[in-house]
């Protein structure tokens, strides 16, 4: 009986969030373990309850009634236990988390405060740096990074997406003209040295092929604000989150090159320890943050 409820909740997931995918990130498990889930329900009903396709996933009659029946059933149970577990089982301990610094000041450390007081008995160990730390051997229980992540190895959850922008300060500019696209090629760059791929671009063109732009890095480093630092005293052209850059963007102290063209959103990703059982304040305090951050 519980393997199947087990199933059920993870059919009740896949529909909710559209895909295999983003139901295994809700879930803490694999992309294949949803899967096996769905499959077996399917096999032990001996009927489809879901059309799988290139956009996603679509429900059958059968699955409709199945989600139906169930998906309430479900949120009541939830609602249940939460209850039970904020009268008697508030959570207490030490949460130990890293981030960016400048993601961490700017969003993070005023969430903590919220949800620390929404649980009294927790205390928070909290390390600033943007190093992807070994979680195990520094005890930490969770990483915030921010873009894609050169170690894959890592269980990994994405609670939200930012823009980044291509930029240069105006007096760089002055010395280096930069007549289109292709030219950023042939300049220095300040590089992210947390990314997999610092230098190394694909620019899209609402009517224009897209660009491939791989460039080398004058200046490398792991810091958002030093990256910032020295765009802005006219080192080079680097890439920078909006959200870090607004007020030098209306100030004029960053100049967004090429407007036309986007560049990829980021994903800002929370990482905790691969093979080991994620703890319920780690769990609380993921969905918190998924609902809580919006870029």
Not at 238 to 261: A, C, D, H, Q
Request: charge should be positive; hydrophobic fraction near 40%.
């Amino acid at each position: 009986m519980n393997n199947q409820l087990n199933r059920i909740q993870t059919f009740i997931a896949v529909v909710d969030c559209g895909s295999f995918t983003r139901a295994a990130e809700r879930l803490l498990i694999s992309k294949a373990m949803t899967s096996i889930h769905v499959k077996r329900l399917e096999e032990s009903l001996n009927i489809p309850l879901l059309i799988r396709n290139s956009r996603g996933v679509a429900l059958t009659e059968a699955g409709q009634l199945l989600y139906n029946e169930f998906s309430e059933i479900f949120i009541n149970i939830q609602s249940s236990l939460d209850n039970v577990a904020e009268q008697y089982l508030s959570l207490s301990g030490t949460l130990r988390i890293t981030s960016t610094i400048e993601f961490g000041d700017r969003f993070l450390l005023p969430l903590i405060g919220e949800f620390c007081k929404i649980h009294p008995q927790l205390n928070i160990s909290y390390n600033a740096g943007s190093a992807l730390n070994d979680l195990i051997s520094d005890r930490l229980d969770l990483a915030i990074r921010l873009g894609v992540l050169r170690d894959s190895s890592l269980k990994s959850r994405k609670i939200a997406d930012y823009k980044i922008y291509l930029v240069a300060s105006p007096d760089w500019l002055e010395k280096n003209k930069l007549e289109s696209v292709n030219d950023l090629r042939g300049v220095d760059w300040i590089a992210n040295s947390n990314l997999q791929t610092p230098t190394h671009w694909e620019l899209s063109h609402l009517t224009l092929p897209s660009i491939d732009i791989r460039a080398k890095a004058r200046f490398n480093t792991n810091s958002s604000t030093s990256i910032k630092t020295m765009a802005i005293a006219g080192f080079g052209v680097t890439v920078l989150p909006e959200w870090m850059i607004e007020t030098e963007l209306k100030s004029g102290n960053l100049v967004r090159l090429f407007p036309e063209y986007s560049l990829p959103k980021q994903p800002v990703t929370i990482v905790f320890p691969n093979g080991h059982k994620i703890q319920r304040k780690c769990r609380v305090f993921i969905d918190y943050l998924v609902e809580k951050i919006k870029l």
